[in-house]
């Protein structure tokens, strides 16, 4: 069963970090491109950052700069660490592993940026 567990959410301060990380099983880690995404209200979801089996890394505009995503293919897991938090960040947070026809998600996590 695959199982994709968000965790570090919760509510900052505009200009304040936050960091994300999410543990794989099920799957062979290592095979996936692994991908943070984000939902705010009333919008689409977004890629955020995604990055390859190869290591290959690649981020939506708004958080270039700002927002840092690595993997850690011995701990199955994959983490983004958010800097300078803007209101407009604030969205669900969703992990994402994608393989040939498979893809993953998770239930994702809350992320406020709020003074």
């Known amino acids: 069963q695959v199982q994709l567990v968000e965790s570090g959410g919760g509510l900052v301060q505009p200009g304040g970090s936050l960091r994300l990380s999410c543990a794989a099983s099920?799957?062979?880690?290592?095979?996936?491109?692994m991908g943070w995404y984000r939902q705010a209200p009333g919008k689409q979801r977004e890629l955020v950052a995604t990055?390859?089996?190869?290591?290959?890394?690649n981020y939506a505009d708004s958080v270039k700069g700002r927002f840092t995503i690595s993997r850690d293919n011995a701990e199955n897991t994959v983490d983004l660490r958010m800097n300078s938090l803007k209101p407009e960040d604030t969205a669900v947070y969703y992990c994402?592993?994608?393989?040939?026809?498979?893809?993953?998600w998770g239930q994702g996590t809350q992320v406020t940026v709020s003074s």
């Open positions: 994402n592993a994608r393989w040939v026809h498979m893809d993953h």
């Open positions: 099920g799957i062979i880690f290592r095979f996936y491109t």
């Open positions: 990055i390859t089996n190869g290591g290959s890394i």
